[in-house]
Structure formats: C-alpha cells, structure tokens
C-alpha cells in the first residue's frame, strides 16, 4: 500500500537547520509531484514547499523562500527540505505529500513535529 514516512523532526534552537526526509513506497515516485506541507496549532494547513515530477522545478512559500530548499532522489523514492535559519513560527507538524499531476490521488504522510524555541 501506499506510504510516506517523515523523519528528522524535532527540537531546533532559532537559527538553527534541520533536514526533514519522506520515504515513499507503493506508488511510482518519479510520476508525483512532491510537497511539504505544515500546520501550526491553532492554523490552517500551508504549503512550505514543492517540487514537479519532471524537471525538479520547485515552489515555495514566501514565508521560507531563501531558508528552505526541497528536493527528491527519484532512485531513492525520497523527498528532501532542508531548512535553514530556523525561526519560531516556523514551528509545526510538517507534512509530506505526493500528487499525482491531472488525477485525483494525493496522499499525505503522518507528519513530523519541528518545534524552533529557546
């Protein structure tokens, strides 16, 4: 069945970097375009980041332009973002994602928490 499983999460000091990674299974990775999503308590879900299937053109928030960078290993069915310069409201459950250009599956890992505090 299909998966996508975050890792790297975790407690960041501000300024600090982490590297979230989404390991897909199940479905043929390199026909998906892959995202990373978040939700802070209290918000609704945003898109952080996202990278097409061909070409590896990417798109991101305003908010983490020039701090976040996402990127995927098609031979590993994995999905980068490293993120940078970490701020507190940065702080969320990030999501990862995959969609399927010009169908209706989309499908979303479980999440990871990324807490940026003093």
């Known amino acids: 069945q299909v998966q996508l499983v975050e890792s790297g999460g975790g407690l960041v000091q501000p300024g600090g970097s982490l590297r979230l990674s989404c390991a897909a299974s199940g479905f043929t990775f390199s026909n998906y375009v892959m995202g990373w999503n978040r939700q802070a308590p209290g918000k609704e879900r945003e898109l952080v980041a996202m990278i097409t299937n061909i070409g590896g053109r990417t798109n991101y928030a305003d908010s983490v332009k020039g701090r976040f960078t996402i990127s995927r290993d098609n031979a590993k069915n994995t999905v980068y973002l490293q993120m940078n310069s970490l701020k507190p409201e940065d702080t969320a459950v990030y999501y990862c994602?995959?969609?399927?250009?010009?169908?209706?599956?989309?499908?979303w890992g479980q999440g990871t928490q990324v807490t940026v505090s003093s």
């Open positions: 994602n995959a969609r399927l250009p010009y169908s209706d599956l989309h499908y």
